[in-house]
């Protein structure tokens, strides 16, 4: 396995533009998480889906931003009409969850990310 | 609010030990984690400590946790200038089935020989 994948690694685009990143995670994994990483910050939690199913989105993620994951494995983040405030390092990242508590945590693996210029 | 924090900077000579700190904002997160971003590559997980502990030692790496303070370090021995990087420290919050991470800042360390 080669870890968490990411495409396109950068995009530039137009202000009003549609966008769209894919994120392959670690096969075996149930939990996909999308991260924003704006410069000279943290990441910041978007969503994360276990499985197929989207289980909670940031506030952050607005009516512009979509995510999927269809059949469990990939995932698909998409902005549309573009904005310079959405320019950022988008990151993906994977893990095998089993439930919370002190014996079963499990870790994070992240992709490289995807960097958006928005022009 | 949510707002982990860190201090933006540290410098140090290769050789010298580096100490970098956190300040979380929940005293009921459940795990509490430090990350290394290198310029281009993806964030990669140094090491991590459960709430119930306050000391974990791995290698050259060790962390101390004082709940009481919601205080977080990371001492990093023997600093190489390999060790040149952002490192971030997160949580979780202790809510029922999500492990979403939240990030502080990043403290940039730079190493010079």
């Known amino acids: 396995d080669t870890g968490v994948s990411q495409n396109p690694r950068h995009k530039i685009t137009k202000r009003g533009q549609n966008v769209t990143f894919r994120c392959d995670p670690i096969s075996e994994h149930n939990r996909l998480y999308w991260y924003r990483q704006t410069l000279g910050q943290g990441p910041e939690f978007l969503t994360y889906f276990q499985n197929e199913a989207q289980l909670e989105k940031s506030r952050l993620l607005s009516d512009r931003f979509s995510a999927e994951r269809p059949k469990g494995s990939f995932s698909t983040l998409e902005i549309q009409r573009t904005e310079q405030g959405d320019s950022a390092m988008y990151l993906c990242?994977?893990?095998?969850?089993?439930?919370?508590?002190?014996?079963?945590?499990?870790?994070?693996?992240f992709g490289q990310g995807t960097r958006l210029t928005v022009v | 609010g949510e707002d982990v924090e860190q201090s933006l900077f540290l410098s140090v000579r290769e050789g010298d030990s580096s100490v970098i700190n956190c300040t979380y904002t929940?005293?009921?997160?459940?795990?509490l984690y430090w990350y290394k971003q290198e310029p281009g590559a993806g964030l990669q997980l140094l090491t991590y400590i459960f709430s119930n502990m306050d000391m974990k030692q791995d290698q050259r790496l060790t962390v101390l946790l004082n709940k009481k303070d919601k205080h977080l370090s990371l001492r990093i021995a023997d600093t190489q200038t390999g060790d040149s990087a952002i490192y971030f420290c997160?949580?979780?919050?202790?809510?029922?089935?999500?492990?979403?991470?939240?990030f502080g800042t990043g403290t940039r360390l730079q190493v010079f020989p």
């Open positions: 990242a994977s893990s095998l969850f089993r439930g919370k508590g002190f014996e079963s945590y499990t870790e994070a693996f």
């Open positions: 929940d005293s009921s997160s459940t795990y």
């Open positions: 997160a949580e979780t919050p202790p809510f029922y089935n999500t492990d979403k991470l939240i």
